[in-house]
């Protein structure tokens, strides 16, 4: 599978958190002059971890186009599937009680979060993974694969590839999952449109970054950006599926 080029405002895009040992998978949008030396050099990697994560690639490359979508498996520092914004919870101890069932049950809430966490990363590997895989495939209305999509057909077959199941047409799939505050999407969240009917008629997978990929009438499988001009002012918003 060859992959799809397209330009994007900045060079990385984040598109995977939460497995354990933390791990972010970012696609990289390949400048003038780099190597596979010198991505994986810049990114704390072995070409042969590179090449690994992109079989498309031939071992003997020794030029790549400006523009080449790469994935790159960069390790985390932190721990993001315990991570969370929102302020601890004051504890209050009762004094001349044992504290030990409370540690145990927050160390099981823990153990529990990070299961949840490391499972759906992985799903989340996988979904945007295949996503991936299908750059480049040819539009065609009413079509959810065989060699060719319609943007619901896409995020329908992607999905059903991880046993969730989505309703077939962009305007239903929108009153799926649970609704998404604008600048709080997230990878794998579904981002919508209206384009060619009022109301909810294109759909993508958010990827990070403000980009998402989608099958295009015009272009086939590609990565846009929400802030490109003709899909931010039709924006109507992204639902959260699992």
Partial sequence: MQFSKFVATAALVLILVGSSPARADILYSVRTGDTL???????????????????????????????LL???????????????????????????????????????????????????????????????????????????????????????????MQGIRLPRTADVQYSAGQKVPRGQEQPGDLVFFETYLPGPSHVGIYVGNGNFIHASSSRGVTVSNLEDSYYKPRYLGAKRVF
Avoid: W
């Avoid at 040819?138 to 319609?150: C, H, V, W």
């Fill in 37 to 67: 030396d010198s991505i994986a050099t810049q990114h704390g990697l072995k070409t042969e971890q590179v090449l690994q994560a992109n079989p498309g690639l031939k071992t003997d490359v020794t030029h790549l186009e400006e523009g």
């Fill in 70 to 160: 790469m994935v790159l498996p960069v390790q985390e520092d932190r721990d993001l599937a315990t991570e969370s914004s929102a302020p601890a919870p004051m504890v209050v101890r009762i004094p001349g009680t044992d504290s030990r069932e409370d540690e145990a049950s927050r160390a099981g809430d823990r153990h529990r979060a990070n299961q949840l966490a490391s499972r759906r990363g992985s799903m989340l590997h996988s979904i945007l993974g295949n996503a991936r895989r299908f750059m480049g495939t040819p539009y065609s209305m009413g079509a959810t694969g065989n060699g060719a999509f319609d943007c619901s057909g896409f995020v329908m077959r992607i999905f059903s």
